[in-house]
């Protein structure tokens, strides 16, 4: 891949495919569309440059193409055509967007002299993409295609790292180049494509603050990921002897057993002693992460006014933004973090001693998720607990390359009692815009991401908006086992009108769909709907010794099994007398 690609002639569908090859991209993520046909004819004479996956859903390959990006630290591929396969997109685009995630969405679009004339499909994509991706361009000739597809991986790749879209009139894809060569750099893709250092003052000032803190923590977001500094984290609150809380994206970023680990943070899926350890916090540092409302429990773990805030973040407009009241760090997590370390004495071994004990305190604060309430409105509360099923499956099949987690119940369920047992981005749940019917199809680019077995958790709302990827899953026979927990619901949005709307269910109770006939009809090798967690532990067995296409429906107790104003198993998830903000 050193030299210049051979020299022929090129239509702009082929130099696209061959400008992909070049820098590295290997699989991409579609849907087909009368716009789009050239492209799929260039991939067809070029069976060997890059791996389609045909998709039942542009949205869902979106997702596919995210997931695969996240598991892999590169640029995830997707293509759909103008009009629908556009507008579908949009929602994969926007989590992307608003979690950080490097995406390139290639899409066709109508001839250039059809515009303006109300064609079929005809839509403005720039406008439509405006708001959910960082960068934008429509190839007006055939020849820009190389230089456009480099532009877009590094403002895919570089600062924030997040989605951009590329769109191509059909034209432009039958049209022949007149270039003689396209130079690869399979390296472009690869996060994160800079590392700027912040301005040596501040991080003077940041270290001070630090080494004089008596309760100092580090919370810690998908940033940390994004530039591999899962190590130099750990040094640096080994270093301080600080606490490490992390939001769900940030989950895997220090392995469970690391004994400066305090736990998730904030009000969905937020421990009792993590958040009171942030809120008697005196000067927390904040790595890669929006620090928003979700995960800082309304701006209360740690108190806005009452904490020193210190953050490092690629984007100016995220450091600080949130809790303005300390000193920003802008630049490359990992560079920033040696920068701070440099600067840093170690603390005394006593006084890490008696931090370490403070932590281990905090930690072992949990509500326990046994203690549910007893009665149902209408009679006792009936089915399996989401976190003994949790547990008992990552006991069962700790070889899973990811495991994936709808919004809702699976939510807090896997980010709490799914294990990590070294540092790593394994565990993905989208908490950008918590969308629905995600897990489904991004099982799907986890395992062409890592190439073994994938453990997904949805439920009963999200199983409803993403089924049909289930023949996505049963044509490629991939190792995937999905665990739907159904209650008969859209049960988070219920618990919200239960306990702050008088009871007043509205609009969350749609009919229930048997998804294990829906799995058959697929091609599923395996449905199953375990009462028991012994039942459910045979399931689990056989997936492990023979992993393939898998479905397990598991009733869990109703949402709605409670007496306000709040329930101990709600308590649990992150739950408090108040209103959750989002």
Not at 200 to 224: K, M
Not at 492 to 519: R, S
Request: charged share 20%; net charge negative; glycine share 10%.
């Amino acid at each position: 891949m050193g030299t210049a690609l051979s020299e022929k002639m090129r239509t702009g569908a082929e130099l696209i495919v061959e400008t992909l090859a070049g820098f590295g991209v290997d699989t991409i993520f579609g849907l087909p569309g009368d716009t789009g046909v050239g492209l799929y004819n260039a991939m067809y004479d070029n069976p060997d440059t890059l791996k389609h996956i045909l998709v039942r859903d542009e949205r869902h390959a979106v997702a596919m193409a995210d997931s695969y990006a996240r598991l892999t630290g590169t640029v995830g591929v997707a293509e759909v055509s103008s009009g629908g396969g556009t507008t579908y997109a949009v929602g994969g685009l926007g989590e992307a967007m608003a979690s950080g995630i490097p995406l390139l969405l290639i899409t066709s679009d109508i001839h250039s002299s059809s515009r303006g004339t109300g064609a079929l499909t005809e839509i403005d994509q720039v406008a439509l993409f405006t708001a959910v991706t960082k960068w934008r361009a429509v190839v007006e000739n055939v020849d820009q295609i190389p230089n456009m597809l480099r532009t877009a991986m590094r403002e895919a790749t570089t600062g924030r790292p997040g989605p951009v879209a590329i769109i191509v009139p059909e034209g432009i894809l039958d049209e022949v180049s007149s270039l003689s060569s396209v130079v690869p750099d399979p390296e472009i893709i690869r996060l994160p494509g800079e590392r700027p250092a912040a301005r040596q003052s501040l991080i003077e000032s940041a270290a001070d603050r630090l080494q004089a803190a008596q309760q100092p923590v580090l919370v810690l977001g998908s940033g940390v990921f994004t530039s591999r500094a899962e190590a130099a984290v750990v040094e640096l609150a080994e270093q301080l002897g600080a606490g490490i809380a992390t939001s769900i994206h940030g989950r895997g970023t220090v392995a469970d057993h690391d004994p400066h680990l305090l736990g998730i943070s904030g009000n969905n899926g937020g421990q009792p002693g993590t958040n009171r350890y942030l809120e008697e916090a005196d000067v927390v540092l904040f790595i890669g992460t929006r620090a928003n409302a979700t995960n800082t429990n309304g701006f209360t773990c740690p108190q806005r006014g009452r904490v020193f805030p210190i953050h490092i973040d690629m984007d100016s407009a995220i450091a600080g933004v949130n809790y303005p009241d300390g000193i920003a760090l802008i630049g490359d997590a990992l560079t920033v973090v040696r920068q701070l370390i440099a600067a840093l004495d170690e603390v005394a071994p006593q006084e890490k001693r008696s931090r370490l004990e403070r932590i281990a305190a905090a930690r072992a604060d949990v509500t326990d998720p046994h203690d549910t309430p007893g009665q149902e409105e209408n009679g006792p509360a009936a089915g399996l607990l989401p976190a003994d099923c949790v547990k008992l499956i990552a006991s069962l099949v700790p070889e899973a390359g990811s495991v994936f987690a709808d919004p809702g119940t699976p939510t807090p369920n896997v980010a709490n009692y799914w294990p990590v047992s070294k540092p790593g981005r394994t565990v993905i749940i989208p908490r950008g815009h918590g969308p629905m019917g995600y897990a489904i199809p991004a099982a799907v680019g986890g395992y062409f991401a890592t190439k073994a077995p994938v453990v997904s958790f949805t439920a009963d709302g999200s199983f409803g908006m993403a089924s049909g990827e289930l023949e996505t899953v049963s044509r490629f026979k991939l190792p995937i086992l999905y665990v739907q927990f159904t209650n008969h619901s859209y049960g988070w949005i219920k618990m919200l009108q239960h306990l702050y709307y008088d009871k007043k269910y509205f609009g969350v109770d749609p009919g229930t769909i048997d998804p294990l006939p829906v799995a058959m009809a697929s091609g599923f090798a395996k449905t199953a709907r375990p009462t028991t967690l012994a039942e459910l532990e045979t399931v689990v067995r056989e997936f492990a010794q023979n992993p393939q296409p898998t479905y397990v429906d598991i009733e869990v107790p109703h949402m709605i099994a409670v007496t306000p104003p709040v329930p101990a198993w709600y308590a649990a998830l992150g739950g408090n007398s108040e209103r959750p903000v989002y």
